[in-house]
C-alpha cells in the first residue's frame, strides 16, 4: 500500500509570510498532483508533475517533485488569506488507475 | 462547460437503510471515479467506472456498489448503512485517465444518524 505523508498537518501563519508544505512517499509516483479543498466543495487540482526534478509555478505557488520522484513540496510566497484551505498531494503509481491522497495540509492565512 | 455535478447535496439517513448518490461527469469524460472522504482519514478511493464496466474497487466492504449508465453518469449505492460511513462522497471524472488529474465534484455530504 502506497503511502503519502504530508507536513505539517495544521499551519496557521499571517497574511504576507513564506511556507513550505511537503508531501512524502517510500514508494516511486509516476505522476504527483497538488489539489486545494475549500470547506463544502471538492478538491481543485492546482498542479501535476510527472518528471523527477521538475518545478511547476502557479504565481505565487511553487511546486516541486523530488528527483527520485518520492516526494514533492508547495511552496507559497507572500500568502494571503485567499489562499486558506487544504493542501492535499496525490501520487499515480505504475500503471495503476488509482489515486492516492495523502491526509492533507489544513492552511489558515490570518489578514 | 458544467463541471461534474453531484446530487443531492446533502442525505440524512438511518442506520441500516440504503442510500443512492448520483453523480454527472463533465461531458465527453468516460471515466468516473468514487471517493469517500471521512473526518480524520483523508480520501479513500472506492471505485472506478469506466465505459459502463468497474474497472477497480478500492478496499471497501460488497455493501458499496455502484453502476455507470450508458449516457456516462454513475450512481453509487451504499447498503446496510452504519454509523461510520458518515462522510463527504466525491465523484471525479476524467478524460485522459488518472495520470494528469481529476476534475471533482462538490461531493455528497451523507450523514448516518
Known amino acids: 500500500t502506497q503511502l503519502l505523508e504530508q507536513s505539517p498537518q495544521f499551519l496557521s501563519i499571517q497574511e504576507g509570510e513564506n511556507l513550505t508544505v511537503y508531501c512524502n512517499s517510500s514508494?516511486?509516483?509516476?505522476?504527483l498532483q497538488w489539489y486545494r479543498q475549500e470547506p463544502g466543495e471538492g478538491p481543485v487540482l492546482l498542479v501535476t508533475v510527472v518528471t523527477g526534478g521538475e518545478v511547476k509555478k502557479l504565481k505565487r505557488l511553487t511546486f516541486q517533485f523530488g528527483d527520485a520522484r518520492k516526494d514533492s513540496s508547495l511552496h507559497i510566497t507572500a500568502a494571503q488569506p485567499g489562499d486558506t484551505g487544504l493542501y492535499l498531494c496525490?501520487?499515480?503509481?505504475?500503471?495503476?488507475?488509482?489515486?492516492?491522497f495523502g491526509k492533507g495540509t489544513k492552511l489558515t492565512v490570518n489578514p | 462547460e458544467a463541471g461534474v455535478t453531484q446530487s443531492p447535496t446533502h442525505l440524512i439517513k438511518t442506520r441500516g437503510q440504503q442510500a443512492t448518490l448520483r453523480c454527472s461527469p463533465i461531458?465527453?469524460?468516460?471515466?468516473v471515479y468514487w471517493y469517500q472522504q471521512a473526518l480524520g482519514l483523508g480520501l479513500q478511493f472506492l471505485l472506478w467506472?469506466?465505459?459502463?464496466?468497474?474497472?477497480n474497487r478500492g478496499n471497501f466492504p460488497p455493501r458499496f456498489s455502484g453502476r455507470q449508465f450508458p449516457n456516462y453518469s454513475s450512481e453509487l449505492n451504499v447498503n446496510a448503512l452504519e454509523l461510520e460511513d458518515s462522510a463527504l462522497y466525491l465523484c471525479a471524472s476524467s478524460l485522459v485517465g488518472v495520470y494528469y488529474g481529476y476534475t471533482f465534484g462538490s461531493g455528497t455530504r451523507l450523514t448516518v444518524v
Open positions: 461531458s465527453g469524460h468516460t471515466s
Open positions: 467506472y469506466d465505459e459502463g464496466e468497474e474497472r
Open positions: 514508494s516511486v509516483f509516476s505522476s
Open positions: 496525490a501520487g499515480v503509481s505504475g500503471g495503476s488507475e488509482k489515486l492516492v
